[in-house]
């Protein structure tokens, strides 16, 4: 099984310019989600789906869109990149609810100039 | 607000038992997972507290008390491959996960 698969896995951006990270998953999962995992801070979650068409903000969702049009994709959009986004991007899927463990793809290592 | 307090290092030696701990604050508890990452890659799940008490999972456990606050993870019998940084994350609603910082374990010989 794949799992998990995130692209790119390496991104550099100039400021202002927009970019998708793409996210996919082959188990089936209802619940994906997105964070960002800086130095010292720790994952944060930016935007989370419950299901396919349903998304909802998280803990650090502003600069960042998401949608859910199947249950396989979870994009991440940033809309006009800034240095402050520079982080690497890991997607995450569960088989529910939050209760259940969490699948993480590999992460995307995104540097914003 | 919410807020996870967890040490930021640790060193142990082979063979040995290393507990580390994590404190949170949260409203809207609804469990506490502990999560494995090792340097350059993604988290994988370790373990996950709902109920006041011990889980034990081969050389890990888990600890749980939600009238403190508290959180513990046990590991036994360490091995090199154990240095990793451990992820204390509260689950609150039914959704919102909320990491503390990581603690990074150094396993020596």
């Known amino acids: 099984n794949a799992g998990v698969t995130q692209t790119p896995k390496f991104q550099v951006l100039k400021t202002g310019q927009s970019m998708t990270l793409q996210c996919a998953q082959d188990m089936n999962h209802e619940y994906m989600s997105w964070y960002r995992q800086d130095p010292g801070m720790g994952l944060r979650l930016i935007h989370y789906?419950?299901?396919?068409?349903?998304?909802d903000q998280g803990e650090v969702p502003n600069g960042y869109n998401v949608s859910r049009s199947t249950t396989e994709d979870f994009p991440l959009r940033l809309l006009s990149a800034a240095p402050s986004q520079t982080s690497v991007y890991f997607c995450?899927?569960?088989?529910?609810?939050?209760?259940?463990?969490?699948?993480f793809g590999d992460g995307t290592r995104l540097s914003i100039l | 607000g919410q807020n996870i307090d967890q040490p930021t290092e640790m060193t142990a030696t082979e063979g040995a038992i290393v507990q580390i701990n994590c404190t949170y604050q949260?409203?809207?508890?609804?469990?506490l997972f502990w999560y494995q990452q090792h340097a350059g890659e993604a988290p994988t799940f370790l373990s996950y507290?709902?109920?006041?008490g011990l889980e034990e999972k081969g050389r890990f456990s888990s600890f749980l008390s939600r009238s403190k606050g508290y959180s513990y993870l046990l590991l036994k019998e360490l091995q090199m491959k154990d240095s990793a940084s451990y992820l204390c994350a509260a689950l609150t609603g039914a959704n919102n996960l909320f990491f503390g910082t990581g603690t990074r374990l150094t396993v020596i010989p």
């Open positions: 789906s419950v299901g396919a068409g349903i998304t």
């Open positions: 507290n709902v109920l006041d």
């Open positions: 949260t409203s809207g508890f609804n469990g």
């Open positions: 995450a899927s569960s088989y529910g609810q939050g209760t259940e463990p969490q699948h």
